[in-house]
């Protein structure tokens, strides 16, 4: 399963994202984040938008973990995160780990791309940590 990738609000991300980077969108007249990413800014009315690069990093808002699968591509467990981009708070990105975690609201992240996918993933920042941990009834991080 593979993501539109030339639609005209969204081909800028996927085009960093080719290169293993992470961007936004900003108006290139007034500089405000365009999140999600249109054509038109919301603050000034521009319609001068330009991706630029951001760190790959960011903190964890939240988690659930899904259980029951609905495509064979997603084994399951799996926890789906919502993650705050460290040098643009205001943008939020959503990403998967295999399996179940312990998390914790506000917890660093580090964004990776796999060989073949436009779609960044998460991971957490230490490693140690990042085995999942199978919490029977955890449905749902303490962050929502």
């Known amino acids: 399963m593979r993501p539109v990738t030339d639609d005209v609000d969204t081909e800028g991300f996927f085009s ?6 992470l961007g936004v ?10 999140h999600p990413p249109t054509g038109i800014c919301p603050a000034c009315g521009a319609v001068d938008v330009v991706w630029r690069a951001v760190a ?7 988690w659930t973990v899904v259980e029951r699968q609905v495509n064979e ?5 799996y926890t ?18 295999p399996g179940r975690h312990e998390l914790v609201p506000g917890e660093p992240m580090v964004a990776h791309f796999d060989d073949d996918s436009v ?9 140690r940590a990042a085995s999942p941990h199978p919490p029977a009834g955890q449905t749902q991080g303490d962050g929502a």
């Open 73 to 77: 591509a997603f084994p399951t467990p």
């Open 119 to 127: 779609l960044p993933q998460w991971r957490r920042v230490d490693d």
């Open 25 to 34: 969108a900003t108006c290139g007249a007034c500089r405000a984040v365009l």
């Open 56 to 62: 790959p990093t960011g903190s964890l808002v939240t």
């Open 80 to 97: 789906v995160v919502l993650v705050a981009l460290d040098e643009v708070p205001e943008a939020c990105l959503v990403g998967q780990l």
């Open 16 to 21: 960093l994202a080719a290169d293993g980077k």
